[in-house]
């Protein structure tokens, strides 16, 4: 029944290393999105994506990438991993049609930096 | 810019009711969402308030006034499983993305 995966539950990268977060969906939605947790700061978008090869920047979209090549994929990349990107990101998909509203997230995947 | 604010901690004991509060900022309304977060576990989808008024859910409720940028989410009969963090979240101004507040975490004692 798993709708959003996220290809990593734990990575441990070094600083400089780059650093690939996948993210794959199977409702067909439009929309993808990743998002970064914090405690006390909540949720904050980095980028999202409303269509193939489409890309938008979020809040916090320094020291980050994205790709988005398939409908259902939907990648992040940290091109120099740093200390300040410990943290748990999070892939979610919506659907434009039944509800842009109505997001469903991966399970999140937990990155250290060291 | 775009802000919400929500009380960082509530606290309550199993069956009495519980009300969280987000007031909003933003320069497009389309409308207010709220979710909830287990520890460990992923966000998921609570409700969504487009119009003023109150929307329930069972044994939740979500309410929302959009003159007053106000909105908030009740738990009745409250149980220890309701033990979690809640978000509020709209619309981001350019685009389907949504943006959160900084959530409100629910302790929920016996």
């Known amino acids: 029944d798993v709708k959003v995966t996220q290809s990593s539950r734990y990575l441990v990268k070094r600083t400089g290393e780059k650093v690939f977060l996948e993210c794959v969906q199977d409702m067909d939605h439009e929309n993808m999105f990743w998002y970064r947790q914090d405690p006390g700061l909540g949720l904050r978008l980095i980028y999202f994506?409303?269509?193939?090869?489409?890309?938008e920047k979020g809040d916090i979209p320094e020291g980050y990438s994205v790709s988005r090549e398939k409908k259902e994929r939907f990648s992040l990349i940290l091109e120099s991993a740093s200390t300040n990107q410990t943290s748990m990101y999070l892939c979610a998909s919506s659907s434009t049609v039944t509800g842009a509203n109505v997001l469903t997230f991966g399970a999140g995947s937990r990155l250290t930096v060291l | 810019g775009q802000s919400l604010e929500q009380p960082s901690e509530v606290t309550a004991v199993e069956g009495a009711i519980v009300q969280i509060n987000c007031t909003y900022q933003?320069?497009?309304?389309?409308?207010l969402s709220w979710y909830q977060q287990h520890d460990g576990g992923a966000p998921t989808f609570l409700s969504y308030?487009?119009?003023?008024g109150l929307e329930e859910t069972g044994r939740f409720s979500s309410f929302l006034s959009r003159s007053d940028s106000y909105g908030y989410l009740l738990l009745q009969e409250l149980q220890m499983k309701d033990s979690a963090s809640y978000f509020c979240?709209?619309?981001?101004?350019?685009?389907?993305?949504?943006?959160f507040g900084k959530g409100t975490t629910l302790s929920v004692s016996s």
């Open positions: 933003t320069s497009g309304f389309y409308g």
């Open positions: 979240a709209v619309r981001r101004q350019a685009g389907t993305a949504l943006i």
């Open positions: 994506s409303y269509d193939v090869k489409m890309k």
């Open positions: 308030n487009a119009l003023d």
